[in-house]
C-alpha cells in the first residue's frame, strides 16, 4: 500500500523568510504525488501535482515541490512566506491499486509570524 | 471556490440514529469520492463512485453506504452512529478515473455525534 509520512506537524516561520514542508513517501511502483492546502473552514485545494514528468513541480502561489526518488522526497517549498499561506498543508499519494483513491499525509500547520 | 457544494454544512445526531449526507459534483464530472477527516488527522478514503457504481472502498464497515444519482451527485448515508463518527466529511469529485484528473473538493459536512 502506498502511505506519505509528513516530518513536521508544525512549521513556523517569520513572513519574508523560506518555507520548507517534508514529506516522504513509500509506494511500490512510479507515484502521483500531490500538495493540498486547506485554510480553516474551506475545502481542500490543490497546490502541485507530480505525475512522472519534470521532477521539479510549480504550482499556485509561489509553491514548488521536487521529487527525489533516490530520498523517496517530495518536499514542499516556497522562496518568501506570506501571511496568507497559514493554514494546514497536505501531502498526498494517489493509490493506483482500484479506484482513484488518494492517501493523504497527518497534516503539517504552517504559522507565519508577522 | 471549486463548484462542489456539500449539504447540510453542521449535523448533530446521536449514536445510534442514521443520517444522509449530501454533495453536489462540479458539472462535467461523472465521478465522486468520500472521505472522513477526524480531528487533527489528514482525510481518510471512505468510498468512490464512478457512472452510478461504487469503484472501490477504504477500510470503513459496511454500515457506510452510499449512492450516486444520474446527475452524478451523491450520497453518503450513515447507519448505528457511533461517538468516533464525529469527523469533517468531504466529497471530492473529478472528470474521470485517471491520475490526471484534479479532484476538486467540497467544504465538508462536520458530523458531531453525541
Known amino acids: 500500500a502506498q502511505s506519505v509520512t509528513q516530518l513536521d506537524s508544525h512549521v513556523s516561520v517569520s513572513e519574508g523568510t523560506p518555507v520548507l514542508l517534508r514529506c516522504n513517501y513509500s509506494s511500490s511502483y512510479s507515484p502521483s504525488l500531490f500538495w493540498y492546502v486547506q485554510h480553516p473552514n474551506k475545502g481542500l485545494q490543490l497546490l502541485l501535482k507530480?505525475?512522472?514528468?519534470?521532477?521539479l513541480v510549480k504550482g499556485i502561489n509561489g509553491f514548488e515541490a521536487e521529487f527525489k526518488k533516490s530520498e523517496t522526497s517530495f518536499h514542499l517549498t516556497k522562496p518568501s512566506a506570506h501571511m496568507s499561506d497559514a493554514a494546514e498543508y497536505f501531502c498526498?499519494?494517489?493509490?493506483?491499486?482500484?479506484?482513484?483513491?488518494?492517501?493523504f499525509g497527518q497534516g503539517t500547520r504552517l504559522t507565519i509570524n508577522p | 471556490e471549486t463548484g462542489v457544494t456539500q449539504s447540510p454544512t453542521h449535523l448533530i445526531k446521536t449514536r445510534g440514529q442514521q443520517v444522509t449526507l449530501r454533495c453536489s459534483s462540479q458539472s462535467g464530472h461523472n465521478t465522486v469520492s468520500w472521505y472522513q477527516q477526524a480531528l487533527g488527522q489528514g482525510p481518510q478514503f471512505i468510498f468512490q463512485?464512478?457512472?452510478?457504481?461504487?469503484?472501490g472502498r477504504g477500510n470503513f464497515p459496511p454500515r457506510f453506504s452510499g449512492l450516486q444519482f444520474p446527475n452524478y451527485s451523491s450520497e453518503l448515508n450513515v447507519n448505528a452512529l457511533e461517538l468516533d463518527d464525529s469527523a469533517l466529511y468531504l466529497c471530492?469529485?473529478?472528470?474521470?478515473?485517471?491520475?490526471?484528473?484534479?479532484?476538486?473538493f467540497g467544504p465538508g459536512t462536520r458530523l458531531t455525534v453525541t
Open positions: 471530492a469529485s473529478s472528470l474521470g478515473l485517471a491520475d490526471y484528473y484534479e479532484q476538486y
Open positions: 507530480y505525475t512522472s514528468a519534470a521532477t
Open positions: 498526498v499519494v494517489s493509490d493506483k491499486e482500484g479506484a482513484q483513491k488518494l492517501v
Open positions: 463512485y464512478y457512472r452510478e457504481e461504487e469503484n
